[in-house]
């Protein structure tokens, strides 16, 4: 009975020192039933986030796949940083935003700032990528500069996405080079790109996606642990991305938390967990494509 008594304690105890929820920033989908749910894929139970906590904290590698313009899975990652921290050292933590040449600016900023001297322009002193919208990242990454745990890029350098897009190099992998993993992949591409895409492009684009995965994962196993990666959903997904590289590599399985704005569907094949948040306003991304002149990236 004593015993029992001491876990609900300590149970209670970690609730209790879990940071404060976010508030929503999203606009759409506020009254949504799936508003903030988190859901165990593998059982369809609903977690409370400390109950989340409790679960990610013993893993040794942690992905976390995000909508790149939702601040609110920008929010939820800090919150989810600060919240494992609380229950055990963070060993790292690697970003898809970050590529190899970012990663002695990334050190040099974080000595200014263990030093008390930090840049008045962070995203200059970062060589921050206009690509990604600082005002999305600014406050995770100015967060982790100041953590003990090192700031790891995870992406490949823009001579390395050149070099491949002219010449794909051959992909090893049981599982991350099955044929229909290719297929799914394809078909994301052509799909992201409005159809619009010449399909002599299409092998070379697949290369990279395919490169860019398994320089995540490279860069993941490699990396001090616990270590959790933040990168795009379809990089993440346990079917088409990074964890298949992984266990082609090190015969590991990782953990892999979705953040999805309500309404999506995630199933246990892409993601062992999933937290529903509000959505961004529906955009037209193709509408700029069909334009006369304009061609697609």
Same mark, same amino acid.
């Given at each position: 009975?004593?015993?029992?008594? !001491? ?6 105890? &970690? ?15 506020? $009254?949504?039933?799936?508003?903030? =749910? ?6 369809? &139970?609903?977690?409370?986030?400390? *109950? %989340? ?5 013993? @893993?040794? *590698? ?13 929010? +939820? *990652? !800090? ?44 995203? $200059?002193? +970062?060589?921050? @990528? ?5 005002? *999305?990242?600014?406050? %995770? ?7 003990? /745990? ?14 491949? /897009? ?11 080079? &099955? ?17 619009? !895409? ?31 990666? =933040? ?12 964890? +298949?590289?992984? $266990? ?10 979705? =953040? ?7 199933s246990a094949a892409q993601a062992d967990y999933v937290w529903y948040t509000p959505a961004q306003p529906e955009q037209d991304h193709c509408e700029q494509l069909r334009r006369p002149g304009k061609q697609p990236g």
């Amino acid at each position: 009975m004593r015993i029992l008594v !001491l876990l609900v304690l300590g149970l209670l105890t &970690a609730c209790h020192s879990l940071p404060s929820l976010p508030e929503w920033q999203s606009p759409e989908g506020r $009254e949504h039933p799936e508003l903030g =749910l988190i859901v165990d894929l593998r059982s369809d &139970a609903v977690l409370t986030p400390a *109950q %989340l906590v409790a679960e990610l904290q013993a @893993q040794d *590698q942690l992905l976390v796949g995000e909508r790149h313009d939702n601040p609110d899975h920008h929010a +939820l *990652q !800090l919150w989810l940083l600060r919240a494992l921290a609380e229950e055990r050292p963070q060993g790292s933590l690697l970003l898809e935003m970050l590529d190899p040449q970012q990663q002695a600016l990334v050190e040099a900023v974080r000595r200014e700032v263990r030093e008390g001297r930090a840049p008045a322009d962070l995203p $200059e002193a +970062l060589g921050w @990528q206009r690509g990604w919208d600082w005002a *999305q990242y600014g406050a %995770l990454v100015s967060h982790a500069l100041a953590q003990p /745990y090192p700031l790891l890029h995870a992406n490949l350098r823009r001579d390395e996405i050149m070099s491949i /897009y002219r010449a794909a190099p051959s992909l090893q992998g049981r599982k991350s080079a &099955a044929a229909a993993v290719s297929e799914a992949l394809l078909a994301q591409i052509e799909v992201s790109h409005c159809g619009m !895409l010449p399909a002599s492009q299409l092998p070379a684009m697949l290369a990279v996606q395919q490169q860019r995965d398994r320089r995540m994962a490279e860069r993941t196993l490699a990396a001090a642990e616990p270590a959790m990666l =933040l990168a795009g959903a379809f990089h993440v997904r346990r079917d088409l991305g990074v964890p +298949l590289h992984i $266990e082609d590599l090190s015969g590991k399985s990782v953990a892999v938390l979705m =953040l999805a704005e309500v309404g999506e569907t995630v199933s246990a094949a892409q993601a062992d967990y999933v937290w529903y948040t509000p959505a961004q306003p529906e955009q037209d991304h193709c509408e700029q494509l069909r334009r006369p002149g304009k061609q697609p990236g």
